[in-house]
């Protein structure tokens, strides 16, 4: 199975941080956090990663290159031209890199320490499944309900999407090459009963405000004084 890691999006509320870097090449404990990702996808089993880029893509491309380093093969979604394309609009660009199976898709901007499963978890004829999180302090109303496994839009007690998803191609057919957002395609798989779930119990970190990246890199830094 193959891997894609969203990191194209502006990272307005990291400035002047992204001012000269995309922000999932922003430094925590000692790396970028995309570092972070891929060293786990490669612990987990992957080998094929794609990365779509946009804002400042080429210091994303230049510092990372085919991913050899790491014992990767990175692959790009060059979304430069267009300018980012959201969430789902990105993930139609990058299909054809993606294949015909399911894939994962990460945040570039989260850091965690969920074991990516290479082998999909989707049941038959589903098109996506998410892992859900405790709804952090600056998302208390969380986005979905999760009960049996299974994921629906509405519900008294939501969780927050952790930004990882394991998705079936099938799920983006029809739709059109641009710039939209995913969750109205998540809501519509949802209500059709097409998406199951896990929740994910120990850390998770949106690294979403400068003074969060702050806490992360100090706490990374601690732990591995620590060591």
Not at 95 to 123: A, H, R, T
Not at 159 to 171: D, Q, V
Request: overall charge negative.
């Amino acid at each position: 199975m193959k891997a894609m890691i969203l990191a194209a999006g502006l990272g307005s509320r990291m400035r002047p941080l992204t001012d000269h870097l995309p922000k999932p090449m922003l430094a925590v404990g000692g790396k970028p956090l995309i570092v972070w990702h891929l060293e786990r996808l490669k612990q987990c089993g992957f080998s094929e990663v794609v990365i779509n880029v946009a804002w400042k893509g080429d210091k994303l491309i230049e510092a990372l290159g085919a991913g050899e380093q790491l014992g990767l093969s990175i692959q790009y979604s060059d979304e430069r031209e267009e300018g980012a394309l959201e969430t789902a609009g990105g993930i139609i660009k990058a299909l054809p890199l993606l294949g015909d199976e399911p894939f994962l898709v990460v945040n570039g901007d989260i850091w965690c320490d969920y074991d990516f499963q290479s082998v999909s978890p989707m049941k038959q004829g589903d098109l996506c499944h998410l892992v859900l999180v405790n709804n952090p302090p600056h998302h208390l109303e969380g986005d979905f309900q999760l009960s049996n496994d299974r994921i629906q839009s509405v519900g008294s007690e939501k969780l927050t999407f952790s930004g990882i998803g394991y998705y079936h191609p099938k799920m983006f057919e029809g739709l059109a090459y641009g710039k939209q957002p995913l969750l109205p395609i998540f809501r519509k798989a949802m209500d059709a009963g097409l998406v199951s779930g896990e929740k994910h119990e120990r850390v998770w970190q949106d690294i979403g405000t400068p003074e969060r990246l702050v806490a992360l890199d100090q706490a990374l830094m601690e732990n591995a004084q620590a060591v």
